[in-house]
């Protein structure tokens, strides 16, 4: 019972975070929104209401008084209603004036914008208000109900009471109301919507007040049980995506449930610690989110749901570097010349630019790289920095052993942090991480059990008995200290420039480009995203180090999760996606330059927190990539400009291709339409002679399905298939939508669960992984391509080159190329490509990775009878290499025209296999899939002939996907 009695205390909190969880879910099914922002709208709705209860009304904006006389004390009822209405009203300003225009952002921006948003409120909160406590009157009677042993607070019952009523009158209303079948059908196709004539903008907007509206009253229900501070209920933001999480972003009575419940199990966690000493002492309570949060998303394998949205735009450019050595002579001149030429304060703005901007690049490498959300970087950094507390007064280790140990460490913490990244991604991993980062702060930084109260000690840095020390007194901040920073920021930014060129790194642009295409062309998925989250967290945890040499001693202050989005919001400012953007993000940090400029000649004080939060705002709506992407451009222009004054070709001379070392005369083969002869063929950098296909000698074996069978629930897509593929033979897979073409795709490589036997040179490949597939040489393409448009088609190709063996990497990049013509668009980004050269570029990345069988599917949609002439002669060029081809596709004549046998299949079945005059002649295939009859003299042509004249008007096909194929992204990592 007394455990019963434990639960039901904490029915209060529970309340607040299913309030809070009911706005996150109305704000996400109407824009796609996950509002960090929602605990902070909270609190400015209780401080609202507190103002109006002491009869003054409280004004944010800059300029005015912080609250104005209204004449006398508000009662309860009218200082709520008009403080929904102000928190109404705030919503509809944030959605119009902001994430109205971000509705076809990325993810990450949108979620950026809204941690903008947070950071600009608090701040307003704590300029205006200050940070003392403020107490509110009590709301609901506090009287103490004894239940036999039982002991109920009346105040936390009615609370969530009247959080589970609104609850379900909210979910009736959705149901049951015309609104909330709007707000589902936009929340499934705002282009659907477009097209009914409804406004998805208008739904949006009403649901973003109402979403206020609430996160309005759960500041006001908790404002008498919990004291306003503006750092107070913008962390309450965390249970409540746990109880969002159980909910699935979508129930409404799920989402308040789970509020409820955690709310509950932090009374008990909290109850639990203080009765035995095995328990942590402090954070038990926040350790609560984060296991339902892991429990739902991993154990369940629920993820955030993807919204139908008219657009799907990238995270932004991560561009090449076009050299290091320049950019790192001047960098480091630079570092130095500031070193040399500040002292005091204006030094340790200059060092704590240099340590802020190695932990960005930490971020530049897992998010800017890899696509992975990772909240924690400043957790992690603050985890070196305990350990390296530790390592130098307990165990006496010196510099530079410690920070490198401790470096590791973060490392190891922050592979265990990204396990969950092996089955999660995108802004779903962000919450995840956010969790852990409100929990380690808790139960390790905060703990004094751990750390002492005044803080963990740092021994200082030497080598060889000199002093590399910050200093004290006047000798602080000591020219050597920063030196040290330097050059570990050097290398840092170094190494990440690097990263980018190497293999490696195009394989982490491929997995943040799309998870499954990256798989497809052999990528092992869960082995880069730990990679890289082992290379973020080491220079995150360098970065802690050096911090922590900096501050002499490490409190929990310099490495809150508040602290975390902080760090990331700048970075994302800056620029999250190149090394430049890394090191402009230390420069805008609060220790940095730009903070004291502005606090030294502007005065701008605490004002800096609420600038910036603005500017990230204007950035993300202006440049998608961040201020850098403004030196970027410089970049462009100058490269061009300097292009433009070389000279020019001589008539006849071929233009180098881009990591050639030499050009080969003009080869006679045929070549893409519109393209220039002479550019069809590379030279092979080894003899400088054109790389013409050549057939492979070794002895190649086949590709044999054998009773291959699909399900996607209760429906069988694909049953009993069988089919073979013969070294350098072409067979064609065809039949009408639905009949499951995609499917025997799916399942032969990997990312679908299937039936049957899957051989490839009679080694059985079930079970085995996508990637592993695809080393084996079993490699497709995808019928929405799938390609990285902000990546060029050099880089296309090369991030299918990550396992290359045997062979040199540009050899193979010029073999890729060439093979299917589209040599001369190398430097091209993907996405300007017209559909048919995208298209080529999809077979050649496929064909990088040196495939024994390769699996086109719908190759030719989108192309005209030209180009789909000149793709049937590509896909002949290649399979007289020796590799074996199975085609899908719609378009009738190319199969026929280029297969040495084709298999038909309908509604899953095999119907008919047989060399194309066969197929021709076969009334069940013309009945099932070609539309029409032919004429029995002509079937007795096409069978003596072969000639495809007599039924090309049996060539009408549909170039629509087969909605019955679709695949699940988790199969990729499975």
């Known amino acids: 019972m007394e455990h019963v009695a434990s639960l039901l205390l904490g029915l209060g909190n529970g309340g607040v975070f299913a309030a809070l969880a009911l706005a996150l879910v109305l704000t996400y099914r109407s824009s796609g929104v996950i509002n960090f922002a929602t605990g902070a709208m909270a609190l400015y709705v209780a401080y609202f209401y507190a103002s109006l209860r002491e009869g003054e009304l409280l004004l944010l904006l800059p300029g005015l008084p912080a609250t104005v006389e209204i004449g006398g004390e508000w009662s309860f009822l009218p200082a709520a209603v008009v403080s929904l209405l102000a928190g109404a009203l705030l919503g509809a300003v944030l959605y119009l004036a902001l994430f109205r225009q971000l509705r076809e952002a990325p993810p990450l ?14 701040s307003l909160m704590a300029i205006k208000i200050g940070t003392s406590p403020v107490s509110v009157a009590e709301i609901f009677p506090a009287d103490t109900w004894t239940l036999g042993s039982l002991t109920v607070l009346s105040d936390r019952f009615y609370l969530a009471l009247s959080v589970v009523v609104l609850t379900v009158l909210l979910a009736a209303a959705f149901r049951f109301t015309r609104f909330g079948l709007l707000t589902r059908a936009a929340a499934q196709s705002q282009v659907g919507a477009y097209v009914s004539g409804v406004s998805p903008d208008r739904v949006a907007l009403y649901n973003w007040m109402i979403s206020s509206a609430m996160a309005g009253l759960a500041g006001i229900l908790i404002a008498p049980l919990s004291p306003l501070s503006p750092s107070s209920y913008t962390l309450f933001v965390v249970p409540a995506l746990a109880a969002v999480v159980v909910g699935g972003f979508q129930h409404l009575v799920l989402t308040v449930v789970a509020g409820l419940v955690i709310g509950m199990l932090q009374a008990e966690a909290l109850d639990l610690s203080a009765a035995h000493s095995w328990m942590p002492q402090s954070g038990s309570a926040e350790l609560v989110p984060l296991i339902v949060i892991m429990v739902a998303m991993l154990a369940t394998g629920r993820a955030v749901p993807i919204r139908g949205g008219a657009v799907r735009q990238p995270l932004g450019r991560a561009p090449r570097p076009r ?14 010349i500031a070193l040399l030429a500040t002292d005091g304060t204006w030094r340790s703005a200059v060092i704590g630019t240099f340590i802020a901007s190695i932990i960005a690049l930490s971020l530049v490498v897992v998010t800017g790289y890899a696509g992975q959300v990772s909240l924690a970087q400043l957790a992690l950094a603050g985890a070196a920095a305990f350990v390296l507390s530790g390592l130098t007064q307990s165990w006496g280790i010196p510099f530079p052993v410690a920070p490198l140990l401790a470096a590791v460490a973060a490392t190891v913490l922050g592979v265990v942090i990204g396990l969950p990244a092996l089955r999660l991604k995108g802004i779903t991993l962000g919450i995840v991480t956010l969790a852990l980062a409100y929990a380690i702060e808790a139960v390790w930084f905060r703990n004094t059990q751990i750390v002492p109260t005044e803080g963990a000690r740092v021994g200082q840095p030497s080598l060889f008995g000199l002093d590399l020390s910050i200093g004290t007194g006047k000798e602080f901040p000591r020219i050597t200290f920063g030196l040290v920073c330097l050059v570990l920021l050097v290398g840092s930014a170094w190494a990440v420039a690097r990263l980018r060129t190497s293999t490696l790194g195009s394989a982490m642009l491929a997995l943040r480009a799309n998870e499954r295409s990256a798989a497809g062309i052999g990528i092992d998925v869960v082995r880069v995203k730990v990679v890289s989250f082992a290379i973020g967290s080491f220079l995150a945890g360098l970065g802690g180090s050096l911090l922590a ?15 975390g989005l902080t760090v990331m919001l700048t970075a994302y400012l800056a620029g999250i996606t190149s090394v430049y953007g890394g090191i402009l993000a230390g420069v805008m940090a609060s220790s940095g330059i730009v903070f004291v400029a502005m606090d030294r000649w502007v005065h701008l004080g605490d004002w800096f927190p609420v600038i910036s939060g603005l500017a990230l705002v204007g950035v993300i709506l202006a440049h998608p990539e961040g201020l850098a992407s403004t030196g970027h451009e410089l970049a462009d222009r100058f490269a061009r400009l300097r292009a433009a004054r070389a000279r020019p070709r001589l008539p006849g001379e071929q233009a180098v291709v881009s990591n050639t070392e030499t050009t080969a005369p003009a080869a006679e083969s045929p070549t893409a339409p519109g393209a220039d002869p002479s550019d069809a063929h590379v030279a092979d950098p080894a ?25 996607y629930g209760g429906v069988t897509a694909v049953s009993g298939v069988s089919l073979r593929v013969q070294p350098g033979k072409i067979v064609g897979l065809i039949g009408p939508n639905g009949a499951g073409k995609t499917s025997v795709i799916e399942a032969v490589t990997g990312f679908v669960r299937a039936e049957g036997s899957v051989l490839l040179g009679g080694r059985p490949l079930d079970g085995l992984p996508v990637h592993r597939r695809v080393r084996g040489g079993l490699t497709r393409t995808f019928q929405a391509l799938e390609l990285y448009d902000d990546m060029t088609v050099e880089e296309n190709v090369s991030a299918a080159l990550t396992n290359l063996r045997g062979e040199s990497h540009r050899h193979a990049l010029a073999r890729s190329l060439d093979l299917v013509g589209i040599t001369d668009r190398a430097d091209r980004q993907a996405g300007e490509l017209s559909q048919g050269e995208r298209q080529l570029v999809s077979i050649a990345r496929a064909c990088a990775t040196d495939p024994r069988v390769l699996l086109l599917d719908e190759p030719a949609a989108g192309l005209d009878t030209t180009e789909s002439a000149w793709l049937g002669e590509r896909i002949r060029a290649i399979s007289q290499t020796g590799v074996g081809v199975l085609l899908v596709d719609h378009d009738v004549e190319l199969v026929l025209g280029v297969c040495d046998y084709i298999y038909v299949l309908d509604f899953g079945e095999v119907i008919a296999e047989g060399d194309p005059a066969a197929i021709r002649g076969n009334r069940a295939v013309a009945d099932a899939y070609l539309g029409s009859v032919v004429e029995e003299t002509a079937v007795v042509v096409a069978q003596e002939t072969s000639e495809t004249s007599e039924t090309s008007e049996t060539s009408e096909t549909s170039e629509t996907s087969e909605t019955a194929e679709g695949s699940d992204d988790t199969a990729v990592t499975a």
Not at 112 to 120: G, K, N, Q
Not at 697 to 711: M, P
Request: charged letters at 20%; proline letters at 4%; hydrophobic letters at 45%.
């Open 109 to 122: 921006a949108r979620a950026m914008a809204s941690l903008a948003v947070m950071v600009v409120l608090q």
């Open 323 to 336: 050299a290091l050595t320049l950019p790192t002579v001047a960098g480091t001149a630079i570092g130095l």
């Open 549 to 563: 040499y900096r501050r002499g001693v490490v409190t929990y202050d310099s490495f809150t999760a508040i602290g």
């Open 687 to 711: 003899t400088g002679r054109a790389a013409d296909p050549v057939p492979r000698t070794d002895a190649r074996t086949e590709l044999e399905v054998r009773d291959l069978t699909v399900r």
